[in-house]
């Protein structure tokens, strides 16, 4: 049942589209299929009848009035149709015709300054097959030549002129006798012509192909190259084609907080400069285009070290106002006891740890921010501003000024004395030393930026601990604050201690054994 309903439609659906095919001819094409079916039908009489001459003619006159109905109408079944029992009766008539003796037309040349001979139906039918197909290639050629994309140029040429060359090759191949007629012999000229524009193409086309293959492979090695040095700044764990480059060593994370520890954060710092500088490395050698993996690489680069750089930038930020808010509390406290000292009261000066702890939030600020910052600018003023009203405050407590004891536990402190010695005959050479004491109790390790001979920043690690010496010269007595500190190497190891001079203040010579 289902089968026979698949049947009916099919049947329902190719009755459909022949009789739309019918409805939808011309005026024009039925006029010519009426006249080809009647010149068809009268060689067919004559054919039965013997009458191969007369057949000849009228099957002749059928096949003209059936190639231009196909001309109009390539895609009409009907007209393929009769056109195809038209070529069927022709062969027949000459078979018979060449059974028979009958010279052919092309079987002899016309004579001189005669009218050419009239080519057979067939050999017309390979004629007009192949003007057709050189017309579209002399299109290809000429007028839609730009239109076409370079590289499919050569393709769709060949394509065009596949079906000149086989209905040519038929044609000269089955009525050799005709190959000069003046219909044939320019047909075959525009295709040899077609044939070596069309070599000319590919020829350039190849050439073209293997300057670019060669330009690709140079650009391929140098990008290759580069990859390996670029890639692992920002391959990925999770992407396979990632998997020969990624380093977790290398790879560069934007983040900078405070929340990092600080080796971590110089890590990362020196990871940064170190793709930067590869970056321009890059751009000052290289010889030919990325790849575009290259390129997105490069870019890639590019935007974490700007994100870890907005980063670094708020740390500078955060800094300030760190600075800011150590500024604000010192100039209270120094507000308040100048106003003391004005009423005669008790009175003290900033610790030097303050006005230390508010130099070092801005020198940190300064590593991140640029130069000319505003805020920074001001914050500087300030300080210095603090630091003259405190002087003043100093400068008035010479007879209270006393050393702090001895406060260091440590196993060094003869070599730290000594290190604090050969910075003391630098500062203040011929000067007399009365005391020294180590009034850190222990060792403080600390990070700090520091720009290197490569211009850029790094953050090294340093321990160091303060000292008290009390001088004497030939203006009285100095009590001078030194730091000895120790830098640390990459491997850990520690460097020579070295010190130096940080504050210098008056005292009394009375008042050095004091505490």
């Known amino acids: 049942m289902k089968r026979s309903l698949i049947f009916f439609v099919c049947a329902a659906v190719l009755f459909f589209f022949s009789d739309g095919a019918a409805i939808a001819q011309s005026a024009e094409v039925k006029a010519m299929m009426k006249d080809a079916n009647t010149m068809f039908r009268n060689a067919d009489k004559d054919f039965m009848a013997g009458k191969m001459e007369s057949a000849r003619d009228f099957i002749s006159q059928a096949?003209?009035?059936?190639?231009?109905?196909?001309?109009?109408?390539?895609?009409?079944?009907?007209?393929?149709?009769?056109?195809?029992?038209?070529?069927?009766?022709?062969?027949?008539?000459?078979?018979?015709?060449?059974?028979?003796?009958?010279?052919?037309?092309?079987?002899?040349?016309?004579?001189?300054?005669?009218?050419?001979?009239?080519?057979?139906?067939?050999?017309?039918?390979?004629?007009?097959?192949?003007?057709?197909?050189?017309?579209?290639?002399?299109?290809?050629?000429?007028?839609?030549?730009?239109?076409?994309?370079?590289?499919?140029?050569?393709?769709?040429?060949?394509?065009?002129?596949?079906?000149?060359?086989?209905?040519?090759?038929?044609?000269?191949?089955?009525?050799?006798?005709?190959?000069?007629?003046?219909?044939?012999?320019?047909?075959?000229?525009?295709?040899?012509?077609?044939?070596?524009?069309?070599?000319?193409?590919?020829?350039?086309?190849?050439?073209?192909a293997a300057a670019s293959g060669a330009a690709a492979a140079a650009r391929d090695a140098e990008s290759g190259e580069w990859m390996k040095k670029l890639r692992p700044y920002v391959a990925s764990k999770s992407n396979m084609d990632d998997a020969p480059f990624f380093d977790a060593e290398k790879e560069l994370i934007p983040y900078g907080g405070f929340d990092l520890e600080a080796r971590e954060l110089a890590r990362r710092h020196r990871l940064f400069a170190e793709a930067a500088a590869s970056v321009e490395e890059y751009r000052g050698t290289k010889k030919e285009e990325p790849t575009e993996i290259l390129a997105e690489t490069i870019r890639e680069i590019g935007e974490r070290a700007a994100q870890f750089s907005a980063q670094l930038k708020s740390l500078g930020e955060s800094a300030l106002g760190e600075g800011?808010?150590?500024?604000?509390?010192?100039?209270?406290?120094?507000?308040?006891?100048?106003?003391?000292?004005?009423?005669?009261?008790?009175?003290?000066?900033?610790?030097?740890?303050?006005?230390?702890?508010?130099?070092?939030?801005?020198?940190?600020?300064?590593?991140?921010?640029?130069?000319?910052?505003?805020?920074?600018?001001?914050?500087?003023?300030?300080?210095?501003?603090?630091?003259?009203?405190?002087?003043?405050?100093?400068?008035?407590?010479?007879?209270?000024?006393?050393?702090?004891?001895?406060?260091?536990?440590?196993?060094?402190?003869?070599?730290?004395?000594?290190?604090?010695?050969?910075?003391?005959?630098?500062?203040?050479?011929?000067?007399?030393?009365?005391?020294?004491?180590?009034?850190?109790?222990?060792w403080k390790e600390e990070w700090k930026y520091q720009e290197g001979a490569d211009r850029i920043y790094h953050l090294v690690s340093a321990r160091n601990v303060t000292v008290q010496a009390a001088l004497k010269g030939e203006k009285g007595v100095d009590l001078l604050t030194l730091f000895v500190y120790s830098r640390r190497n990459p491997d850990w190891s520690l460097q020579p201690m070295e010190g130096y001079v940080v504050y210098r203040d008056k005292m009394l010579e009375e008042n050095v054994e004091k505490e």
């Open 63 to 208: 096949k003209e009035f059936i190639t231009k109905a196909r001309e109009e109408a390539p895609e009409d079944f009907q007209v393929a149709s009769l056109e195809k029992r038209i070529d069927s009766l022709a062969e027949k008539i000459e078979k018979r015709l060449a059974a028979k003796g009958t010279a052919s037309p092309a079987a002899s040349a016309p004579p001189s300054g005669s009218a050419p001979a009239r080519l057979p139906a067939t050999a017309g039918r390979y004629l007009m097959e192949a003007d057709r197909a050189l017309k579209k290639v002399d299109l290809l050629l000429g007028p839609d030549r730009n239109k076409q994309a370079p590289d499919r140029l050569a393709a769709r040429v060949r394509e065009a002129l596949a079906p000149a060359e086989e209905n040519l090759a038929k044609l000269l191949s089955e009525y050799p006798d005709f190959k000069d007629h003046p219909d044939v012999a320019p047909k075959v000229e525009r295709m040899e012509a077609a044939r070596q524009e069309l070599e000319t193409i590919e020829g350039a086309r190849a050439s073209s």
């Open 324 to 442: 800011r808010t150590k500024i604000g509390f010192a100039r209270e406290r120094v507000d308040e006891n100048m106003a003391r000292e004005a009423k005669g009261e008790d009175f003290n000066a900033l610790s030097r740890d303050v006005l230390l702890g508010i130099g070092e939030s801005l020198d940190s600020a300064a590593v991140f921010l640029p130069s000319d910052h505003p805020g920074l600018l001001e914050a500087r003023r300030n300080a210095e501003e603090l630091a003259a009203l405190d002087g003043k405050l100093r400068e008035k407590l010479v007879e209270k000024t006393r050393m702090i004891p001895d406060r260091f536990t440590g196993k060094e402190g003869e070599e730290i004395r000594a290190a604090a010695r050969s910075a003391l005959e630098k500062d203040a050479p011929g000067a007399v030393l009365l005391r020294m004491t180590v009034i850190s109790p222990e």
